[in-house]
């Protein structure tokens, strides 16, 4: 099922909403400030996906068992990521380059495979993170 012909709805769509429409406010990881890279200005803007997922999975990372960061996190980034080079090839910079490198993080473990994902999707996308992101990303 998608959501508007774009993104895959599953549980990392619905997850930043949770809190508000629960009343709880939000308990998760602190936000990132959203901020224009030179693409975004030409036109180009960055998939609300790696945003939404650079915030929340290292968080999800400290919280959940291996198990569940298993299942819940290391399979979707995997999937997630190699769907959207596939529907939406035109956003990515270095397209090839990529694909090989997302490819090439799938033999690693679960949480060295998704750091290296969102590290190579990130790059790709040219998107500007904070310090203390590209330090978690790094490893």
């Known amino acids: 099922m ?10 990392f769509s619905a997850l930043p909403l949770l809190p508000a429409f629960c009343g709880w406010g939000w308990v998760g990881p602190p936000l990132l400030p959203v901020q ?3 693409k975004e200005r030409a036109g180009k803007s960055c998939p609300l996906g790696i945003l939404i997922q650079l915030q929340i999975v290292p968080w999800m990372e400290r919280t959940f068992s291996p198990t569940l960061y298993h299942v819940a996190v290391a399979r979707f980034v995997r999937e997630y990521w190699g ?8 956003i990515f910079g270095l397209l090839n380059r990529t694909r090989v ?3 090439e993080a799938q033999i690693l473990d679960d949480k ?28």
Request: proline share 6%.
């Open 2 to 11: 998608t959501l508007y012909g774009t993104q895959p709805v599953g549980f």
């Open 36 to 38: 224009r890279t030179k």
């Open 83 to 90: 769907w959207a080079l596939d529907c939406y090839p035109m």
């Open 101 to 103: 490198a997302v490819k």
């Open 112 to 139: 060295a495979m998704v750091r290296s994902i969102l590290h190579t999707i990130a790059f790709s996308l040219d998107v500007q993170m904070p310090e203390y992101v590209r330090s978690w990303l790094d490893g």
